[in-house]
């Protein structure tokens, strides 16, 4: 079946990385654009990144640009979110997501979710 | 802060009919037709219900409907069941540069 799953979540300190990693099944990974988006504690959902179907395009929400790196291996059906500089304000439940237009460039909305992974950062 | 706004909270009895505003610019909202709504209960990862305005995803209930007017859009819930009562977001595409934003949410109880 359809299926994310997220991992490497855990607990940091400020300015140190961490690396995210979304494992793929049931569905082409080659197809969809695929996006990253995070959950503070009691906050509503932010909009993180996303990169197109065939890798081309990333866009980052400004929050992140400059710290944040998404990218996919289409070798492994994975998708990644390269964390850097991680500040207290990075604490979140991270989830990746399934853009629901497919070999399109501009987004449609989220079809698929994983169950998020809890990055947490913290002196 | 959102670039989209929605009320914090709307209510309604079993079997009514609720309506939960979104409301963007011409650079959101109002410029493209990729509206989606997404439910989210409490511990859980949210579930897309509406996507391009107005379409339901395989599996959603026939309850739950999708519109738009210039730069607002809004989602519509019939016959309100306990199940409904959940947090609820929109978002929307937003150009190249930013392709994706979130409304803040709104809880909806069921009273």
């Known amino acids: 079946q359809v299926q994310l799953v997220e991992s490497g979540g855990g607990v940091v300190q400020p300015g140190r990385s961490l690396r995210l990693s979304c494992a793929v099944s049931?569905?082409?990974?080659?197809?969809?654009?695929m996006h990253w988006v995070r959950q503070a504690p009691g906050k509503g959902l932010e909009w993180v990144a996303v990169i197109s179907f065939d890798g081309t395009n990333k866009n980052y929400a400004e929050s992140v640009k400059g710290r944040f790196t998404i990218s996919r291996d289409y070798s492994k059906n994975t998708l990644l979110l390269q964390m850097d500089s991680l500040r207290v304000e990075d604490t979140a439940v991270y989830f990746c997501a399934r853009d629901c237009g497919s070999y399109v460039y501009d987004y449609h909305g989220m079809d698929v979710w994983g169950q998020g992974t809890t990055v947490t950062v913290s002196s | 802060q959102s670039a989209l706004t929605q009320p914090a909270s709307v209510s309604g009895s079993p079997g009514q009919s609720i309506t939960i505003s979104c409301t963007g610019t011409s650079s959101d909202v109002g410029g493209y037709r990729y509206v989606s709504w997404f439910q989210q209960h409490p511990g859980k990862a949210p579930q897309l219900v509406i996507y391009d305005v107005s379409n339901r995803p395989s599996g959603v209930s026939y309850r739950f409907s999708g519109s738009k007017s210039g730069n607002t859009a809004s989602l519509t819930i019939s016959g309100l069941q306990a199940e409904d009562e959940a947090d609820y977001y929109c978002g929307s595409y937003a150009g190249s540069s930013t392709p994706f934003v979130f409304g803040p949410g709104t809880r909806v109880t069921v009273l």
């Open positions: 049931g569905f082409n990974f080659n197809s969809y654009g």
